[in-house]
């Protein structure tokens, strides 16, 4: 029984974190918002220092271990979308770029050549940050799945598989 509630303590506290460590619903209008919908802001004042410089640094080690341009930790949006397989589930993300020449392509021509994306999601009512990086030029895509202590769920793939 002790076992079951030290879990619920562990769990509720993750998902309470999660929630608190970004802005789910914006007051301020946002800085851009794309074709599809997808609304942009600037990442800070919505989203936690501390998760930001953990997301930046993740994103940082992720790029460089897989031989990707990193990005500019201070080029971030945070956007908010709906999940193009389920229009009902909203999609949280913290995008980083790697030059405002990068970022304004992917912003306004809608062609990301070297994206950089953390999405927050939960798997089994644990929040995880899931990585993608891409690169046009590079030919390449790659995911990883990271629990909210930082553990490593998926060094390959995304938080769903």
Same mark, same amino acid.
């Given at each position: 029984?002790k076992i079951l509630?030290?879990?619920?303590?562990i769990? +509720?506290?993750?998902? &309470?974190?999660a929630? %608190?460590?970004?802005n789910l619903?914006p #007051?301020?209008?946002? +800085?851009y918002v794309?074709?599809s919908? &997808?609304?942009?802001?600037?990442?800070?004042?919505l989203?936690e220092?501390?998760?930001?410089?953990i &997301?930046?640094?993740? *994103?940082v *080690?992720?790029?460089?271990?897989?031989?990707?341009?990193?990005?500019?930790?201070?080029?971030?949006?945070?956007?908010? %979308?709906?999940?193009?397989? !389920?229009p %009902?589930?909203?999609?949280?993300?913290?995008?980083y770029?790697i030059?405002? !020449?990068?970022?304004? &392509?992917c912003?306004?021509?809608?062609?990301?050549?070297?994206?950089?994306t953390?999405?927050?999601?939960?798997?089994?009512n644990?929040?995880?940050?899931?990585?993608l990086?891409? #690169?046009?030029?590079l030919n390449?895509?790659?995911m990883?799945?990271?629990?909210? %202590? =930082?553990?490593?769920s998926?060094?390959? =793939? =995304?938080?769903?598989?």
């Amino acid at each position: 029984m002790k076992i079951l509630l030290v879990l619920l303590i562990i769990i +509720v506290s993750h998902q &309470t974190k999660a929630q %608190s460590s970004f802005n789910l619903d914006p #007051s301020q209008p946002p +800085v851009y918002v794309s074709e599809s919908g &997808t609304k942009y802001w600037e990442c800070e004042g919505l989203v936690e220092s501390n998760l930001l410089e953990i &997301t930046a640094g993740e *994103m940082v *080690m992720l790029s460089d271990h897989h031989g990707l341009p990193a990005p500019n930790p201070n080029l971030c949006l945070y956007s908010i %979308s709906n999940n193009i397989l !389920d229009p %009902s589930v909203r999609m949280y993300a913290v995008d980083y770029y790697i030059s405002v !020449d990068s970022m304004e &392509t992917c912003l306004l021509d809608n062609y990301c050549d070297n994206f950089r994306t953390v999405n927050f999601v939960a798997v089994g009512n644990e929040p995880k940050r899931q990585y993608l990086l891409s #690169s046009v030029e590079l030919n390449t895509t790659h995911m990883a799945c990271v629990d909210w %202590s =930082g553990g490593i769920s998926n060094p390959t =793939g =995304g938080c769903m598989e």
